[in-house]
């Protein structure tokens, strides 16, 4: 019998992962049909969307966000993390 078998016992049980459970306070309730210009997700646990805007919707807007962006393809995105 080998000296190494007692050094580095083999075990046949794989640990039980954890499931992610984020903290109460920054769990928010989510609006049962978002807007249709907003695709929502989580990341980390923290409430994250982004808003898209087409250039004739920005140009009716009054007042433009500041983070804003504009892309090549002709439509203005923000991120947000809540």
């Known amino acids: 019998m080998s000296l190494a078998s007692h050094a580095f016992p ?5 640990p ?5 459970d984020p903290d109460p306070a920054h769990v928010q ?10 695709a929502t997700w989580r990341i980390n646990g923290y409430a994250a969307k982004i ?4 250039q004739a919707e920005w140009e009716r807007m009054a007042i433009h966000p500041a983070d804003a962006q504009f892309y090549p393809c ?7 993390i809540e």
């Open 10 to 14: 083999v075990s046949t049980k794989r």
């Open 16 to 20: 039980k992962l954890s499931v992610f």
């Open 29 to 38: 309730a989510r609006p049962a049909t978002p807007p249709k210009n907003e």
């Open 51 to 54: 808003v898209v805007w087409t």
């Open 74 to 80: 002709g439509i203005w995105c923000a991120l947000r």
